[in-house]
């Protein structure tokens, strides 16, 4: 009976030969512009810039395990029961320069780092004083000490870098809802999964309702009007086959919704239809009690996060110049451990970097020591500023002159991130 | 109170929090006292549906019973497989800052919302999502007053619109939606509940 149906509905709207564009087209002419630039039209990523792609490790990540600065003896004073142990003990750390080790389930980011790909920094972050992780993101993500601005830098960047010619859409936070970094971007969306980015119900009236979505929410206000315009142009994502898409290299990402979102982040960049910037996170890390850095709930994490960087690295090694991965979280943990085996709210971090651009090999430190007379209130001072990091790839990857509008207020240092 | 409270008031409900051990009958006196009622603000701006609202809303218009799949199981998990896509699982937010609940936050993803009112209500036979059961054919035809007739035809939008969205929908989307049912060659139950799921995802439903 259900086909008898469907046949008729086909029979019935199908003869008008309607099409999305067509009827999209004559239904709202307010949406027209964004609305005929269909997946069909979309133009390419402007040539020579990558493709920003951050990584937000949302809960605060503890850098001090994740990068372990063994090099520092103060580290196991403050820290006796769940430092990871010097290169060399068991499940000692894994060495990068004979100060820094990345703790044994970061193993996997030893590939791109022994390529020249994978940079760390350390000791870095905001410098914002707060314990709010809510307050941190905010700090962070909207970059914007004066308060005045209701933009994301990354917004700011995709408002000032003007693509040569409309695209369907720039940016995509891979989320359910957009993080604040994009907040205010122009033709940014929330996709929680691109491979269900279809328009649902129905096929043979696909085209009616699309028109309909169109009519009625082309005079609705920001941010829901705008979004659903962006939405029906840009469904589908350009084609792209996210459920046939197949790793290179023999890539395998961890089979979780983290790494699902980094593999067809992957097949976006591939599929070269103009988004410029990608936002994804991984929750989880604030972890005040039993850290189990070795067996434990961060070992787990740090096994998901750097083996999808891993599958993300070898699937894209014929596409190095086509992404740049920062990862960042809010703020790092003290130093002391709590009497829980974990650690609470602290100031400095570990950043991650990965890229074909990026100078990788090597852990970038200005190192501020551990000991009681370095730490502040507790915490690993911040030696270098998070928006120097992200401020150099701008302006080295991105061709971006001024940093003015995208890190207002803040002193620019080059860290040697880019090569 | 309001959205928005009075730093005076949040400060006067963490002075509470911090006396009684976190009591939240003692917080909750605070903020309910008649002193601290001149703070209310009534809702003159509509407010966009979170997820979950969404769902229930459509649930309730679509007079919606559960069979679940055991006792031990009170969700059903195919809708909470459903509210996950759309990013509020009860109970799931990782942060202790509760989910978000302005147009900002929920306002730029829609297609979830859309694509959930069409896994509802498109190929309705009997029940689309296991273990939901929805309004009767027969019942929704009387509800709306249409009885395959052309002529029902006439008005089913304004009715729909009355009877199942509660109102929401503003003249134009009635329109828009009612040149969505004229366009049918012939109008039988599917395409009712076609522009059901058509009418549950204009925007004047996603909004109270």
Known sequence: MKNDHDHAHSASCSHAGWTRRALLGGSAS???????????????????????????????????????????????????????????????????????????????LLTPYGNGHLAIVHAAGSTGQTRSHFDAYATMELADPTGSLRTGWLSRYLLQAVPPAPVDVRAIGVNTILQLTLKGAPEALAIPNMQQFRFPGALATSAL???????????????????????????????????????????????????????????????????????????????????????????????????????FYLDMLAHLDRYVVVC???????????????????????????????????????????????????????????????????????????????????????????? | VTPTPPAQLVDAVAAAYTSSGGDIKAMLRVVLARENFRFTAPIVAPKFRRPFHHVVSLFRAMEVRFRLTSPSTPLNTEVLSLLEEMGQVPFDHVQPDGYPDSVDQWGTTLLPRWRFAAILLHNYIGSSISGVFMIRPSDLRARLGFAHDPADRAGLARRMNERFFGGTHSPHETEILQGFIDAYGSFDDTAMFDALALGACLPGFQWY
């Open chain 1, 328 to 419: 960042l979280s809010e703020f790092g943990r003290r130093g002391l451990e709590n009497a829980s085996a974990g650690t609470d709210h602290g100031h400095g971090n570990a950043m991650l970097a990965m890229g074909g651009r990026v100078n990788g090999g090597q852990v970038i430190a200005n190192w501020p020591g551990l000991d009681a007379g370095s730490l502040v209130n507790g915490d690993l001072a911040i030696t270098i500023d998070y928006r120097d990091i992200l401020g150099e790839i701008l302006q080295d990857l991105f061709g971006v002159a001024s940093l003015a509008t995208i890190f207002p207020g803040h002193a620019h240092v080059n860290r040697g991130i880019t090569t």
């Open chain 1, 30 to 108: 307010l949406a027209a512009a964004t609305v005929f630039g269909s997946p069909a039209l979309a133009r390419r990523r402007t040539p020579g810039k990558p493709v920003f792609v951050q990584v937000f490790l949302r809960g605060a990540m503890d850098g001090l395990t994740t990068v372990v600065p063994y090099g520092d003896a103060a580290l196991y004073q403050l820290r006796p029961t769940i430092a990871v142990q010097p290169p060399g003990a068991t499940n000692g750390a894994l060495d990068l320069n004979g100060f820094f080790g990345l703790a044994p389930a970061a193993a996997p």
């Open chain 1, 209 to 311: 309702r699309q028109a309909a979505i169109v009519d009625t929410y082309s005079t609705e206000p920001a941010p829901v009007g705008p979004a659903a315009l962006d939405t029906i142009a840009a469904l589908d994502l350009g084609g792209i086959d996210f459920g046939a898409y197949v790793p290179e290299n023999g890539a395998v990402y961890p089979n979780t919704v983290f790494g699902r979102r980094m593999r067809h982040t992957a097949a976006l960049i591939k599929g070269d239809i103009g988004v410029e910037a990608v936002t994804i996170d991984l929750d989880g890390w604030d972890l005040h009690a039993e850290l189990g850095p070795i067996d434990g709930h961060m070992a787990s994490l740090l096994d998901e996060l750097t083996r999808a960087l891993e599958a």
